[in-house]
């Protein structure tokens, strides 16, 4: 099943790209944004990448690699798998909206349907896979505003009893918003979380590694990557800097 579910994470991506604007049927209740599922670490390449960069830099680098195994990897399939099964135009069943996609895996028909029932100011999601000798599995559930921007939502996969990630984001902003992550206790890194905050360019990680309870509030450049860290077992807790070359100044 985790096999499974990789191949389809892979062939949504494809699909999502080709993906006409969805949701623009008369009514139908706006789609949760895509930045409620959005990471960006783009600043920070692998470690190869990495050589020759001063320590600063490579410390946060290192932190912001974690988040992104720990949380980045998980947001690949929710909104790949949004923008996959919102290519056509919904339709209303027993009161929910219900967009709908399939993609074919390995000879495998696989049933993409998301679905949205209003409540009052809120919308409540649901986005369901089946496969042709599958049993549907409920990929998230989330609760929006009506204009998807503001909300919360809980991933879950077929190897955990529970959710594995959950989210807690305002996107409101023009350039730019806000989104929790938190990964639930029980888990490997339960009781982890990362405030991901965007503001224009400037983007700022406020990371929680737990069991350690070492934080590390991580600021930078989306354009030109000069940043700083300021995390609890590095530099004496000291705000630390690097510029543009990714060279260690001071702040």
């Known amino acids: 099943m985790t096999l499974r579910l990789a191949a389809i994470a892979a062939l949504l991506v494809l699909a999502g ?4 604007e969805p949701g623009t049927a008369d009514g139908a209740p706006a789609l949760i944004a ?40 998980r947001l690949v399939l929710p ?27 390995f000879g495998t028909s696989v049933d993409l349907r998301l679905k949205a029932a209003p409540d009052g100011s809120t919308v409540r999601w649901r986005l369901v896979s089946t496969a042709d ?11 929006t ?8 939502w809980r991933l879950f996969s077929p190897d955990a009893a529970g959710a594995v990630l959950t989210a807690d984001f305002d996107v409101r902003g023009a350039d730019g918003g806000e989104v929790t992550f938190a990964v639930p206790n029980g888990l490997e890194n339960g009781g982890s979380s990362v405030r991901y905050v965007t503001d224009g360019d400037d983007l700022t990680f406020d990371w929680l590694d737990q069991p350690e309870a070492d934080r590390a509030l991580i600021e930078w ?23 543009a070359a990714l060279e260690d100044v001071a702040c």
């Open 79 to 105: 909104k790949a798998a949004t923008a996959a099964a919102t290519r056509d135009q919904p339709t209303v069943a027993d009161g929910e909206w219900v967009w709908r996609s399939t993609v074919d895996v």
């Open 133 to 143: 000798d599958g049993e549907p599995f409920t990929y998230y559930t989330a609760t």
């Open 221 to 243: 450049d989306r354009a030109t990557r000069a940043g700083s860290i300021t995390a609890d077992t590095y530099n004496g807790g000291a705000r630390a800097c690097w510029n």
């Open 145 to 152: 505003s009506l204009d998807g921007q503001t909300g919360s």
């Open 34 to 73: 895509p930045a409620a599922f959005t990471l960006d670490t783009e600043a920070f390449p692998d470690a190869n990448a990495r050589v020759g960069a001063g320590a600063h830099f490579v410390n946060a680098a290192a932190r912001v690699g974690l988040v992104s195994t720990v949380v980045g990897l």
């Open 17 to 20: 790209c080709d993906a006409s």
